[in-house]
């Protein structure tokens, strides 16, 4: 299913190489103010271009098709759509003989019977977070409008870039993306993410508990290998006085479990960290089997890919967090 959420839904579509790509979202409010302006500023933080990144590059023009009226939601289902334009579905003829490591082009043709498209990774590339960023910036208009209807200062989300390949010091960054991108290799990344201003109780027991939900839609980003919320996998070299979260009249005075108690929001940030794996696609030889001749055989993969998709995923699990905390706000 590409469906994910309750009472905010969003639904994803299309492929890679694809005539286009897109979301529809049911659930949003009617009145909100919304254009395609709304989306530049994270479009273009999800955008390559920057060292690391890949150089296809595509307009990104969001499309509203439906559930706006002069600028202003409807109330019906909200449908935006990306073209695709820069494709290069060559690149991929290889693949059908020797599935790519670390990529689901073995597990999708055998899923499918070879029925699905593998261009550009199909419907399981990178390319289709774009939609999802769409829809986390509608995501957090709601988050912003209801928190301030009930007389709070806003709920924001905020993601950033911790560490790329095991290296936390920023200076370091460009070297070392120079370095691996000579090698012909990939880098993995630690993405930081922390949501302010909400309200205690979000969230249910067990299945429904804000850090599944949470890390139900993180794993929806392709390339995401672990989640921490708080002090994560330190607490289980913690004792109970370290990592309990004592109260005060305003909520936690720390954050040890990352503004979850018992499923729900507790008051204090929500906090997280996401583990980003290395790009698995790489032009470095590799070793793999070839279906076609029946015999181990070397890949090495051409193309324009990401050296770090890690530096362009901020806001990708920005998005995904603020569509999961929009469909809790509404039903809370």
Aim: hydrophobic share 40%; proline share 6%.
């Amino acid at each position: 299913m590409d469906t994910f959420g309750r009472k905010f839904r969003i639904s994803i579509f299309g492929e890679s190489h694809g005539p286009a790509i897109g979301v529809i979202i049911d659930g949003v409010p009617a009145d909100i103010e919304l254009s395609e302006e709304d989306f530049s500023e994270d479009i273009a933080r999800r955008a390559p271009g920057a060292k690391g990144t890949t150089p296809r590059k595509e307009s990104d023009m969001p499309e509203i098709l439906s559930g706006v009226l002069d600028g202003y939601t409807t109330g019906s289902p909200l449908t935006i759509i990306f073209r695709n334009a820069n494709t290069r579905s060559g690149d991929y003829s290889e693949f059908e003989a020797m599935p790519r490591p670390g990529h689901a082009d073995y597990t999708a043709a055998v899923k499918w019977d070879s029925a699905n498209d593998p261009r550009g990774g199909g419907h399981f590339s990178g390319r289709i977070t774009l939609p999802v960023v769409a829809a986390g910036v509608v995501a957090k208009k709601i988050l912003e409008g209801t928190a301030k209807e009930e007389g709070g200062a806003g709920i924001s989300v905020k993601a950033r870039l911790d560490e790329i390949g095991g290296c936390a010091d920023k200076s370091r960054w460009d070297e070392l993306l120079t370095a691996t991108a000579r090698e012909g290799d990939s880098l993995g990344g630690i993405i930081d993410c922390s949501a302010e201003g909400l309200p205690i109780g979000l969230g249910e027991p067990f299945w429904d508990s804000v850090e599944s939900l949470v890390s139900h839609a993180i794993f929806a980003i392709p390339g995401v290998r672990g989640i921490e919320f708080g002090d994560g996998f330190k607490a289980s070299a913690m004792k109970g006085s370290e990592h309990n979260d004592p109260f005060g009249p305003e909520g936690p005075v720390k954050n040890g479990a990352g503004g979850v108690n018992g499923g729900l929001t507790n008051g204090a940030p929500l906090h997280f960290r996401v583990a980003v794996k290395p790009t698995a696609s790489i032009a470095k030889p590799q070793k793999t089997y070839n279906f076609e001749t029946e015999k181990m055989d070397t890949l090495a993969i051409k193309g324009r890919h990401d050296v770090c998709f890690a530096l362009r995923t901020p806001v990708i699990v920005e998005a995904m967090t603020a569509i999961v905390l929009a469909d809790l706000l509404l039903i809370y």
